[in-house]
């Protein structure tokens, strides 16, 4: 289920058997390397929509979770701590960030949900066949960690 009125219809319905949030992390910049930020980010999105697709009626994908790359982990932290806690109270087992930004990594400890990182992959100029089995290969990845943490 997406951040939709159509989904959302649909969860006020069915939501005990939506027990987990999928959230993008998306960082914004407009300074130095903003291009490889901006792919990173497509990347993510173009992930997280195929992954909802595949898990429709068991996962929600919530609207991405952006902060700026100037802002520090311990603000970034707070705040996805405070969208966990809201998501929680509201009936959310299981929480999952999903990005391509390496800094997640250092600060995953102090996460209240799971983290997934991928390896941000520039589709922009790829063949669209291939660009197509590398988002199948990337979900497939993420559909089997969601399995694993269900279980």
């Known amino acids: ?27 914004l910049t ?12 497509e990347f993510v999105q ?17 609207p991405p979770f952006t902060y700026f790359t100037s802002e520090n982990m311990e603000e970034k932290t707070k705040r996805i701590a405070d969208w966990t806690d809201e998501l929680i109270a509201n009936g959310m087992k299981h929480i999952f960030y999903v990005t391509s930004d390496t800094e997640w ?7 209240p949900g799971t983290l ?3 390896p941000s992959i520039p589709l922009e100029h790829m ?12 979900t497939s990845q993420l559909m089997n960690l969601l399995i694993a943490k269900w279980s």
Do not use: C, H
């Open 1 to 27: 289920m997406k951040w939709t009125v159509k989904d959302v219809e649909v969860y006020l319905q069915e939501k005990e058997y939506v027990d987990t949030a999928v959230i993008p992390l998306i960082p």
């Open 127 to 138: 063949d669209e066949k291939y660009k197509q089995q590398i988002v199948t290969d990337q």
């Open 30 to 41: 407009l300074e130095k390397n903003v291009k490889s930020i901006v792919s990173m980010g």
């Open 46 to 62: 173009i992930i997280v929509n195929e992954l909802e697709r595949q898990f429709k009626g068991r996962v929600f994908l919530f």
């Open 105 to 111: 990594k250092a600060g995953e400890a102090n996460l």
């Open 116 to 118: 997934l990182w991928l």
